[in-house]
């Protein structure tokens, strides 16, 4: 029975390490996306996953409209907002 505990010891410890290292720093992350993506604002200067620049105009349940360039409005699901990049005071 000791050989037995002894041998499973080395694998466990791995889960451990492995649980720690690479799952619960990912775990954070997404955690952290997701309660951005619930706090994005009208007015909030961001960056689509697909690497778009611009504004929040108007925010729904699940979409965002964004102001980029010369006015024009684009629709995005909210999951699309890779970051927030900052605040534009609304006038």
């Known amino acids: ?25 990912q ?5 952290a996306v997701q309660q951005m993506q619930a706090n994005l604002k009208k007015g909030d200067k961001i960056v689509t996953i ?10 729904d349940e699940d979409k965002i409209i964004i102001r980029a ?7 995005y699901d909210r999951s699309a907002v890779r970051e927030v990049v900052g605040k534009q005071r609304i006038t």
């Open 50 to 59: 697909g690497g778009l620049h611009g504004i929040i105009d108007s925010v």
């Open 27 to 31: 775990q954070k992350r997404q955690r």
């Open 69 to 75: 360039g010369d006015g024009t409005r684009l629709t």
């Open 1 to 25: 029975m000791n050989a037995t505990i002894a041998n499973l010891l080395p694998i466990v410890l791995f889960f451990v390490i492995f649980y720690f290292l690479l799952i619960r720093p």
